[in-house]
């Protein structure tokens, strides 16, 4: 793992982050779209010093593992991704609008679990890449 540093900070920050789409409806099933959207996540972290090593797109949820300086508390990385992310998703998929008419596309709550002792890196990782669709 890579310690980050500016002038005045040296870290190593990492977090899980979750969140569903407004009234959990199952918009995302198809994969262009999916990756479509990772690429969006991915150019907004890079915008805010962010940076994905981890996205899982399901149909009503996202998944992320996600580093940022400790300038962003983790409700900052939620907020710039949720808000950023809607305005391009609904500029690209007008077929949006059918389905959230009120301009919000993602339910207002989220998960946040830091990296750290006893949860590492690669469990989050594998974690993250072992989400699907399956129904039980």
Known sequence: MVIKKTSHARWELWYHIAWSTKYRKRIFDNEGTKEAIKEIFREIAL???????????LSDHVHFLISAPPKIA????VQILKSVSTKKLFDR????????WGGEIWAGG???RSIGVGLTKVMIEKYIKEQSEEIG
């Open 74 to 77: 983790p409700f900052q990385i």
């Open 47 to 57: 915008q805010y010093e962010m940076e994905i090593t981890e996205i899982q797109i």
């Open 110 to 112: 989220y998960f946040v």
């Open 93 to 100: 998929y007008e077929w949006l609008n059918r389905y959230y």
